[in-house]
């Protein structure tokens, strides 16, 4: 019975099963691969030498369903940026892209480009084998996540009483003691929990205990010397960190409450003729809102990227700028959270750079309001 298309094959694995795959052929290639599981994604990364030498790592993001919007592929060149690897999207099954999802940086790889590098790795055979071990397998079988057959011999013949267990292997317990053991830390646990309530109930009996508590909690209080943190005299980071105020909390803007003045006289552009053109308009003074897709500091300068909307839909990416101590009373901390909407007033500066490393317009935010 002939074999079906190694593209059929691969296109008909789950993610898990695809990355597997993937890892194979990394590793026949002579690199140090592995699958890694970031939230519901499935990445597979290798690092290794090129021919000539050169150190090299790739990063390999597997999806097999679902649509792959713009956002996302581009949050994870940024990532991969970031990290110096080579970004790879493999995609397989039910999964599709979005029109406008396609970037440069990514090497796109589907079902059919795959199998043409599991036949250059010479691993064809193992894909086949790595297929039908699976499928042999049935369902009433347990399997590991690379979906090979688990061995549950040594967990059936386990001994139930660890007093036979080997002197050579003093630290293996038996399924019995095991239980054993655990039942005493849960009896412990609940014990403390009883002494822990006791306590507490007594305290609220008494109120004379709970003053005594409060005064040797005065009297060790106003015997803690006050310490100053060192000043270091040099930053060993280009950046800075983010400060926060004496008493620890982090200041923040409330829905509907502005940030600096709002300017009277601003100008009603779309940012549809801002964006093909930013040159043009600067020191115009524009109003935008949009949800926030990133921030970040650098030394005395705050940046935000904002994807605008007009009209209920998505136009394009803002960078937003001001100096520090501009807003946040000081700005003794810079917090403005991801997916946030908010709505920023501001004069043109042309186009920047600093933060997605793609050329986006950008203005000099004088206020901003959380929506």
């Not at 999207?89 to 589907?110: M, N, W």
């Not at 793609?358 to 309001?369: K, N, R, S």
Request: glycine share 8%.
């Amino acid at each position: 019975m002939s074999k079906p298309p190694l593209s059929e094959v691969i296109s008909a694995r789950t993610e898990t099963e695809a990355a597997a795959i993937v890892e194979r052929v990394w590793e026949a290639r002579g690199y140090d691969a592995r699958v890694r599981f970031s939230g519901p994604d499935v990445h597979v990364e290798a690092a290794g030498e090129t021919p000539d030498g050169t150190a090299r790592e790739v990063r390999v993001w597997v999806t097999a369903g679902g649509r792959i919007a713009a956002h996302q592929t581009r949050a994870y060149a940024q990532q991969c940026d970031r990290a110096d690897v080579e970004p790879y999207l493999l995609v397989i099954g039910d999964a599709r892209l979005a029109g406008d999802a396609h970037r440069p940086e990514i090497v796109e790889l589907d079902a059919s480009s795959l199998a043409a590098r599991v036949r250059e790795a010479g691993v064809e055979s193992s894909v086949y084998d790595f297929v039908e071990r699976a499928a042999d397998a049935g369902d009433d079988v347990a399997r590991d996540w690379l979906g090979d057959p688990i061995d549950e011999t040594a967990e059936e013949t386990a001994t139930d009483d660890d007093s036979s267990a080997d002197g050579d292997d003093e630290d293996r317990l038996g399924r019995r003691a095991a239980i054993k053991r655990g039942s005493k830390y849960v009896v412990a646990s609940f014990l403390t929990y009883l002494a822990v309530e006791r306590l507490s109930e007594e305290l609220r009996r008494s109120p004379g205990l709970r003053s005594d508590i409060d005064r040797r909690i005065a009297w060790l209080g106003a015997r803690v010397p006050d310490l100053e943190a060192p000043i270091s005299e040099s930053t060993p980071e280009p950046t800075e960190a983010p400060e926060t105020p004496a008493n620890g909390s982090i200041p923040s803007v409330p829905n509907g409450s502005a940030q600096g003045t709002p300017p009277a006289d601003t100008t009603a552009l779309s940012f549809e003729s801002l964006r093909s053109d930013p040159a043009a308009f600067v020191g115009t003074t524009v109003r935008y809102s949009g949800e926030v897709a990133e921030t970040t500091e650098r030394r005395s300068k705050r940046f935000v990227v904002i994807r605008v909307e007009e009209g209920g839909a998505w136009r394009g990416d803002l960078v937003g700028r001001w100096p520090a101590g501009r807003f946040f009373d000081g700005s003794l901390g810079f917090r403005l959270l991801d997916g946030s909407t908010v709505t920023v007033w501001g004069d043109v500066l042309g186009t920047s750079s600093v933060i997605v490393g793609e050329t986006l317009p950008a203005i000099e935010v004088v206020a901003f309001e959380r929506v």
